[in-house]
């Protein structure tokens, strides 16, 4: 087996120096009932390289992948062209084949590439730290609840109706379990809901998702207002990190913590994971934030270098005290992030969500223009919301048969809102063409 | 898992400029093949920019009415500039790929690369996880295989694929025995057992989900103390004990002997028995926990599926469950029947048991890390999984045998995969747990993991896994023995000097904490 090094000479030599008879014998513990003497049966025995390769990409060979058709799927997950500059140098073997730094005089390369990102994140969200990253937008965002509970000593969230539902029920498992109270409104497609209203005494905070899961914008200096007023706290949830180059950021508009996805930066659709969740918050907050944090120090020769910190907040120390129970993170993810935004750069970065924003434009354009199609949001980013004649997930389904991937049908995402089964969420990105904008155009206008 | 660095006892940082030096130093602070990088934020050039990117055709904006962004502060580099910085920095970390890692209970084995080139075949990563299931079969597909692998090795009929992460996992399993109890509502139950020894991760899950943690002490063999256990479990007809979380082997790389009594007392008491999987690569193919008596378990993908950790994650913690909590699984799920393959999203879908309790992430699941898992299991298939687990067991008493009279073993008889010292061999010589660590540093090891397990003294816990080669394995004991002959023969100073060879000396963890400083800004 390709994997194991010791030859048959080599165990004999060892398990003698051991003074074991064979491997069995240092088995001794376990229980008679559960010691196996072979293989496990009901599964195949090794393989080459060759063979696995086949036998994997045979189901790979089953997909129909974004790239291969014209594509408008969003909804929280988006295709974006990565440079191949990102794939190449996060697959270094010392970036993949190291653990967390705990180490850090031998572990300054993902110390510093996280200072890196920590700092990138508090950038474009206008905030003024962030941490090392955490599994993904979704549990971000409910960390970043418990997290206003902490701060606030209370426990009830009152959750958008614009928030992405896996967003909303990730932090619902959380609400159950771990006991307070996530109010949710009904869907939102146009951001007219009055969140304000529902905030009280007793609520720790408000979650809100800009752009929302319908891809509408808005304004949030006036939400934030209210939530002061009444010492809650706003959390804004972004699920498309590319908008943050062009829309006013949450940090301006007054939030407290930012809970959001980072795939759009570095990361493939990967079929919805692994993703990278970002977090940031304002400062005063920094040992109530989760998970884990890398600061700046001196080395014994006083030169500059990088530590994890402020662990004291976890559970390797914590125990049962600790903010949170995360302890692995996306490190790997969180480096395709800042390598691809370190391209992008201040220029790359705003063009990048000029260029998605205008595609959009275009395409609501072209879709606005077909008979019974219109357009329901009056301000998105790269995603809006469609209103068809019929149902939603019938034509997708529909064109996905002719080689069409035409977006993500709102009753996909809120299955329990009937009157919303004729809403679909496309998406448009750098990475469309016009010609896949007329395809869908021309597909959609046979199918109805 | 954890390796806390920042001990009690970890002795003070020296100040600056002793580390010893050429007598001039070099002009540029680099030295040869080490290069000091600064931030990317120090290497601003306005104007600079990695991506071409086109024109963006000239539509008017319809943001409805959110004003566009000024400026951001991200620094302009080209892409020649990336390219090295990043390599640059790469090369002051340690990896596996560059040498031996024992660090304990981490499992860093080798990580193959046929596992990287499959998670990016344009088949699984350039899909949606929001496609028509028409289009996505294969990647159900292959869910559904890696599943059945995870079900048949454990011996467990259920399995939920989408925790992120082993601790991910925890919160996952301890969910469904909650909702179980709930279910159930045949009396409160509030408390956890868990031991000692225990992943700092467990009493951290309990109590986030709003459990009272009660500890277990280990006994003289450094296995939960049995009679300890049943009086904290007490009557079986009235304990409110929800559950115990056990880890087997546990952190002291010992197979827990009483597992099956642990777990029918357990049982009987009405409660369950979570597993703590991060150890299950010391028995993969050779022992199903199902065998044992687990309810639930979570599984390290990056860990005994050798999934690369990534400088810290991605992971992957799939959670396998017993026939009495396999209704209580989160949602969603894969399910097959003869039109092939389905998700089951709500607690409507068909498939769907009523009673799962919801989500734990958006979407369905590390689906990067199945592909990798999948070809790692069906790279060794059910006999070389015997043999990894045989071998990494095998390679841990071999450093136990060779270093057992120059360290102290806390506990008696074999281990499985990782083997625990303590600092009593270390007494009087001025020389502590952490500075063995630093000193394998300037070896070109990376260190064990120490002061874990916290239940003896000083602990070197060491994890050689089954890939090394014995040559590997007796170059590190033949340093492992050099360091101890120099402890005990009054050189501590060396040892609280190390290490002077990295790119950073020892770091000022302190000064870290007090002050934080978590981004950089502009002067």
């Known amino acids: 087996m390709r994997y194991l090094p010791l030859t048959a000479a080599d165990r004999a030599a060892m398990l003698g120096a051991i003074g074991a008879s064979s491997v069995d014998e240092l088995y001794c513990d376990v229980p008679v009932s559960a010691r196996r003497s072979g293989a496990i049966p009901g599964l195949p025995g090794f393989q080459g390289e060759l063979e696995v390769e086949r036998a994997i990409a045979a189901m790979a060979a089953k997909n129909v992948p974004a790239g291969s058709v014209p594509f408008f799927l969003g909804a929280g997950a988006y295709r974006h062209h990565v440079p191949t500059t990102v794939d190449h140098l996060i697959q270094r073997g010392e970036f993949l084949t190291s653990y967390t730094p705990y180490q850090p005089e031998i572990s300054q390369g993902t110390l510093q590439y996280l200072f890196e990102f920590q700092t990138q994140v508090a950038l474009i969200t206008g905030m003024e730290i962030a941490n090392a990253s955490m599994y993904d937008g979704a549990t971000a965002c409910a960390e970043a609840v418990m997290m206003a509970n902490r701060v606030t000593k209370r426990s009830r969230a009152v959750l958008s109706g614009g928030l992405h539902p896996h967003y909303r029920d990730t932090t619902r498992t959380d609400a159950r379990f771990v006991g307070f109270e996530a109010v949710a409104c009904a869907p939102d497609p146009l951001g007219t809901e009055d969140l304000a209203g529902l905030i009280d005494q007793t609520t720790s905070c408000v979650v809100v998702q800009n752009p929302s899961v319908f891809g509408q914008v808005r304004d949030l200096s006036a939400l934030a207002a209210a939530c002061r007023a009444k010492g809650a706290l706003l959390i804004v949830v972004v699920t498309e990190a590319v908008s943050l180059g062009l829309l006013t950021p949450p940090g301006e508009m007054g939030a407290d913590i930012v809970a959001a996805e980072g795939q759009s930066l570095g990361n493939a659709l990967n079929f919805g994971g692994p993703y990278v969740g970002l977090f940031a918050a304002k400062e005063k907050y920094v040992r109530q934030i989760p998970g884990r944090l890398t600061g700046e120090t001196l080395d014994a020769d006083g030169k500059r270098g990088w530590v994890l910190t402020l662990s004291t907040r976890e559970q390797h120390i914590r125990r049962e005290k600790a903010t949170s129970n995360i302890c692995t993170n996306s490190g790997l993810c969180a480096l395709a992030f800042t390598i691809h935004l370190s391209l992008l750069g201040e220029a790359g970065f705003a063009r990048l969500a000029r260029l998605n924003h205008a595609f959009a434009v275009q395409l609501a354009e072209k879709l606005s223009a077909i008979k019974h199609v219109e357009v329901v949001n009056d301000g998105f980013f790269n995603e809006f919301t469609v209103r068809l004649p019929r149902r939603a997930h019938k034509l997708v389904n529909k064109l996905a048969k002719r080689g069409v991937l035409a977006g993500v049908p709102v009753s996909r995402l809120f299955p329990e809102a009937k009157d919303l089964d004729d809403l679909l969420l496309v998406a448009a990105t750098e990475t469309n063409t016009v010609a896949e904008m007329d395809a869908l155009c021309t597909a959609l206008e046979e199918a109805l | ?523």
């Not at chain 2, 302009?76 to 920095?89: F, I, K, S």
């Not at chain 2, 979570?298 to 810290?312: C, E, Q, R, V």
């Not at chain 2, 734990?360 to 299991?377: D, E, N, P, T, W």
Request: glycine share 10%; aromatic share 6%; proline share 8%.
């Open chain 2, 1 to 523: 898992m954890n390796s806390q660095t920042t001990a009690k006892d970890a002795p003070a940082i020296e100040p600056a400029g002793t580390s010893p030096a050429t007598p001039l130093g070099t002009i540029s602070g680099n030295r040869g093949l080490r290069i000091e990088e600064p931030l990317i934020f120090e290497q601003d050039s306005p104007g600079h920019c990695g991506v071409d990117l086109p024109e963006p055709p000239a539509l008017a904006l319809r943001l409805g009415g959110v004003a566009p962004r000024g400026r951001i502060g991200l620094p302009g580099l080209a892409e020649p500039t990336v390219v090295r910085h990043y390599t640059r920095l790469s090369r002051n970390n340690y990896a596996i790929d560059a040498g031996f890692y024992p660090l304990g209970s981490c499992t860093m084995k080798h990580n193959p690369r046929i596992n990287e080139k499959l998670a990016r075949l344009p088949g699984f990563a350039d899909l949606h996880p929001l496609q028509p299931l028409s289009t996505v079969q294969g990647a159900l597909e292959l869910i559904d295989t890696l599943a059945h692998w995870l079900k048949t090795l454990t011996g467990m009929p259920a399995v939920a694929m989408s925790p992120a992460a082993g601790a991910h996992g925890e919160l996952c399993g301890m969910m469904a025995i909650r909702a179980a109890l709930d279910h159930r509502a045949d009396r409160p139950r509030k408390r956890v057992l868990v031991p000692e020894s225990a992943h700092g991760t467990n009493p951290a899950t309990a109590a986030a989900l709003g459990f009272t943690v009660d500890t277990i002490p280990a006994d003289a063999r450094g296995r939960v103390d049995l009679d300890a256990f049943k009086a904290k479990l007490g009557d079986p007809a009235t304990t409110d004990v929800a559950a115990i979380m056990l880890t087997n082997p546990n952190t002291c790389g010992l197979f827990e002997t009483d597992i099956i009594a642990i777990a029918e007392a357990i049982h009987q008491a009405g409660a369950f028995f979570y597993c703590d999987g991060a150890n299950f690569n010391a028995i993969v193919g050779r022992v199903r926990p199902a065998d044992l008596g687990v309810d639930v378990m979570h599984i390290n993908l990056h860990k005994t599926f050798s999934t690369p950790h990534g400088g810290g994650g991605p992971g992957s913690g799939p959670v396998v469950f017993s026939e009495a909590l396999a209704p209580f699984i989160p949602l969603p799920s894969v399910v097959h029947d003869r039109d092939g393959f389905h998700l089951v999203e709500t607690n409507d879908d068909d498939g769907a048991t009523g009673l799962a309790f919801g989500r734990m992430k958006a979407f369905h699941g590390q689906m990067g890390m199945f592909v990798r898992a999948l070809a790692y299991a069906m790279s060794h298939g059910a006999d070389g999984l015997f043999q990894a687990s045989s071998d990494a067991v095998l390679n841990a008493n071999y450093l136990l045998a060779r270093l057992g009279s120059d360290y102290s073993t806390p506990f008696e008889g074999p281990c499985m995969h990782e083997v625990l010292f303590d600092d009593r061999s270390l007494k009087g010589s001025g020389v502590t747990t952490l500075d063995i660590a630093k000193a394998l540093i300037d070896e070109g090891y990376h260190p064990m993991t120490v002061y874990f397990p916290l239940v003896v003294h000083g602990a070197m816990l060491i994890e050689p896994t089954e890939t090394e080669t014995r040559a590997a394995l007796d170059q590190f004991i033949a340093v492992m023995k050099g360091l101890a002959e120099r402890a005990k023969s009054g050189h501590a100073d060396y040892f609280h000097a190390a290490p002077t060879l990295t790119p950073r000396r020892r770091l000022d963890e302190t000064a870290a904490a007090r002050k934080p400083v978590l981004r950089w800004k502009a002067n």
